[in-house]
């Protein structure tokens, strides 16, 4: 998979992740990342947004990138990861996300068909 390159379409941060979906807000406020935020967006895409579609299928971008002022009005944490583009709340839209999921993603391990039936017993990954 080509990552953050790109490509013809500029709106696209990744394959399957774009720019609008990762900073649309219904706040009203303007807002736009800075260049430190696309980074860490693009990052965020390739690093575990895609490997988590990847198992999962499809997901929806509920939250990404927040301004300060975005994240204030809305109520979100102080100092929240959103505001620094390296947090996106995502619901996913063929099937439920377990733990398991999230762990396959994040180590870098893809699960067989055979696996996610057998939750838990670690035979059933190959390693990507
Ligand atoms: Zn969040």
């Known amino acids: 998979m080509r990552c953050g390159a790109g490509g013809v379409a500029a709106v696209k941060l990744t394959e399957h992740f ?4 990762m900073t649309t807000t219904q706040s009203g406020i303007e807002n736009r990342p800075t260049l430190d935020a696309w980074i860490n967006m693009t990052r965020l895409c390739c690093d575990v947004l895609e490997p988590l579609r990847a198992i999962v299928g ?5 939250s990404g990138y927040r301004s ?3 994240n204030t009005a809305i109520g979100g944490a102080n100092n929240s990861a ?3 583009g390296r947090a996106a709340d995502v619901v996913p839209l063929a099937r439920d996300i377990s733990a398991l999921d999230v762990m396959a993603a994040l180590d870098g391990f893809r699960l067989t068909r055979r696996s ?7 035979r059933g990954y190959t390693s990507k």
Do not use: C, I, K, M
């Open 68 to 70: 300060p002022e975005v």
């Open 58 to 62: 499809a997901l929806r971008v509920n």
């Open 116 to 122: 996610l039936n057998t939750a838990g017993d670690r």
């Open 82 to 84: 959103h505001t620094y």
């Open 18 to 21: 774009n720019r609008s979906e």
